[in-house]
């Protein structure tokens, strides 16, 4: 063709004109040196259809979170998650409960290689209610479909780059907002994107908190379909604060080492690292304890009153701010080994940590203890002894778990586990949005065999439909997010299996040392699904059809939508109030208990004994369903003045 003919030869010799496989005519008029402004001239990444994507991210969700307990294993003790559904809405969904609480996040989204398909907003005339109809697209048993829900976003269409780009632009930016002040996240990525990403994490993350763009071999051999045999991909790492950050290996360098004590022979100099205490965003228990020090009472925050408050279960949400940043076990094992110093100021005395330059605080077969502290900083470059990072034994890995050959691509868990190791500690949550086959559950629940850490997972998969004809859909595999909860229900089976062989072992041997038992992890997980909210919505009505507006007044008489049920209310309401999908939740007579009383649901009754009982358990918020009140106007007045003389935040929906 004439056109194609001509604009190869034009691409081949001025290829700066082109603009995703289309000529950009103000390019074209500077390069021919005509008189040109460039609108809105600055440093930024930019693309088709930005705007629309920040407007979909900004967007609410009109979805909820259901627990599968079937699906699940030990629902009821472990603290992992697994979450089945669209991962924007999702990130949406957990953005109160989970805001500021997680300290690394691992993704390997679609790398955009001209073959695969994933969901991206690519028309955004489309109402809220059809997006979601077409990212809610299922078959008649229920799972998710990829015509109409997955697009191919093939290097011939116009719009390439910046359908990526809009694919992965939100979801970046709900899951910053996840991140503690401290977290880390890693993404894996190759070059057809990499430098887009690049500029993108800039934009979202600071290109000051920008760590290392880590090349990684991904085996021995490599595609040859181009004059390089590619054999590598990359994972870039971005903290949320640079400073706030520990990470393993970058934070000990000489500056401020200067102070001697009387381990100095032994561990060098140290310096005062930071004080004990850190405004945490939330209410973490295990972190919240007075601390004794020869005879002098130390509390978070320096507030004795507000410590008592949450004690007795009647703390507000301003007494949520200071704790501890160890827990008691590791405070108690730093004080006795001097780790901890106290720095006087006037009237206020603070607790601060130190850091030595020899050795460190680890965790050995669960119990601390100290150790020699390797100065050699990690290097720039994923190492690769015996392919350790490597995707050659990937799947090996998978196969030896599940039928042969039902998941292709995947991560080896080794990859997650060293970049877990890059963090600072043993005890947080791990997030993974695009969870594939579960490789980062694996790895954690590996990781924490191996050091007796508590890491935490959260992993978020679409059901996405498997091919009849695959090798995951003859081995009776019905979604991706199927395979992904096979392999971690056998993954940690096996882990199970050892541990209880090496407990077994040891315990036909004479031995005094109960810390060198081996430590049981997590290896639970709670499997959640995205689905509608339990409550009716309201719709936009266009224009004035005041029947129409008649009816949808009507239908919220009562906003319970027909569908709902009372466990499902019970965790959107406890998301909705910001209590994470751990909490612990109790049914009483008539009504349920979040968090020891935190959080109080009436549901199912609301009769005056019920008001008295929960009146009596002293909660911080109460939330009802108007609903149970019908006939009996007078006891929602009185039950609403009680709780207001209680102190205690009253609602009805």
């Not at 900004?58 to 909820?64: D, G, I, K």
Request: net charge negative; glycine share 8%; charged share 30%.
């Amino acid at each position: 063709m004439p056109k194609e003919n001509h604009l190869e030869i034009l691409r081949s010799l001025m290829p700066e004109i082109f603009d995703e496989g289309k000529i950009d005519w103000e390019k074209l008029r500077a390069v021919l040196g005509e008189d040109v402004n460039f609108a809105d001239e600055r440093y930024r990444l930019n693309w088709a259809g930005k705007s629309d994507a920040f407007r979909v991210m900004q967007e609410p969700s009109l979805s909820t979170l259901v627990p599968c307990r079937d699906e699940s294993v030990d629902f009821d003790n472990t603290q992992n998650i697994f979450i089945e559904g669209e991962n924007m809405e999702v990130l949406k969904v957990i953005q109160k409960s989970y805001f500021g609480k997680v300290k690394m996040i691992y993704i390997d989204p679609p790398y955009n290689t001209g073959n695969d398909s994933f969901i991206y907003p690519d028309r955004f005339s489309e109402s809220r209610e059809e997006y979601l109809r077409r990212v809610g697209d299922k078959d008649d048993e229920g799972y998710m479909l990829r015509d109409g829900l997955f697009h191919k976003n093939s290097k011939e269409n116009g719009q390439y780059h910046s359908n990526w780009l809009n694919m992965m632009m939100p979801r970046l930016y709900l899951a910053k907002s996840l991140l503690r002040e401290d977290g880390v996240i890693f993404v894996s990525i190759d070059d057809n994107e990499v430098h887009n990403l690049r500029l993108l994490m800039n934009e979202i993350f600071g290109e000051e908190n920008f760590v290392c763009e880590y090349p990684r071999v991904t085996k021995k051999g490599g595609k040859s379909s181009t004059e390089i045999a590619k054999n590598h991909d990359y994972v870039l790492m971005y903290t949320k604060n640079r400073e706030a950050a520990a990470l393993t290996g970058i934070r000990h360098t000489d500056e401020g080492y200067c102070n001697k004590d009387e381990y100095f022979e032994e561990r060098g100099f140290y310096k005062a690292n930071q004080t004990l205490d850190y405004d945490s965003l939330g209410y973490v228990k295990t972190l919240d304890y007075p601390i004794n020090i020869e005879n002098e009472v130390f509390y978070a925050g320096g507030d004795k009153v507000a410590y008592e408050r949450r004690q007795n279960g009647q703390h507000g949400r301003a007494d949520w701010g200071w704790r501890w940043r160890w827990s008691k076990d590791l405070y108690d094992f730093g004080y006795k080994n001097g780790f901890i110093e106290i720095h006087r100021n006037g009237a206020r005395s603070r607790i601060y940590t130190k850091t030595y330059q020899n050795v460190t605080i680890k965790k050995v077969n669960g119990q601390y203890t100290v150790v020699p502290y390797d100065r050699t900083k990690p290097l720039s470059t994923l190492e690769f002894t015996d392919n350790k990072y490597s995707n050659d034994n990937a799947k090996k890995v998978i196969d030896s778990l599940l039928e042969k050959g039902v998941f292709d691509y995947t991560k080896h868990p080794n990859l997650i586990y060293g970049l877990s190791q890059l963090v600072d500690g043993d005890d947080f949550i791990i997030l993974d949005f695009f969870a594939g086959s579960g490789t980062t559950a694996h790895a954690v629940m590996q990781l924490n065999r191996e050091d007796g850490g508590n890491r935490k997972y959260i992993c978020v998969q679409l059901p996405e439909s498997c091919a009849e004809n695959s090798e995951a859909g003859k081995a009776g595999y019905k979604t991706i997010a199927d395979i992904a909860k096979e392999r971690i229900r056998r993954a940690g089976a096996k882990i199970r299996a050892e541990i209880e062989a090496e407990q077994k072992e040891q315990n036909g041997q004479l031995t005094f040392d109960d810390a060198q038992q081996p430590k049981m992890p997590d290896l639970g997980f709670k499997v959640f699904k995205l689905a509608d909210s339990n409550f009716k919505q309201w719709r936009k009505i266009r224009g004035s059809d005041t029947e129409t507006w008649k009816q949808q007044v009507m239908e919220f008489i009562d906003p319970v939508s027909e569908n709902a049920t009372i466990g499902n209310m019970v965790y959107e309401l406890l998301l909705k109030s910001g209590e994470d999908l751990n909490s612990h939740v109790e049914h009483n007579a008539g009504y349920y208990t979040v968090n020891d009383g935190e959080l109080i649901l009436m549901l199912e009754s609301a009769t005056q004994e019920t008001v008295d009982a929960v009146l009596g358990a002293h909660p911080k918020k109460v939330i009802a369903l108007d609903r149970l009140f019908e006939g009996n106007d007078q006891l929602k007045t009185n039950t609403a003045l009680q709780m207001k003389d209680a102190g205690i935040t009253f609602i009805t929906i």
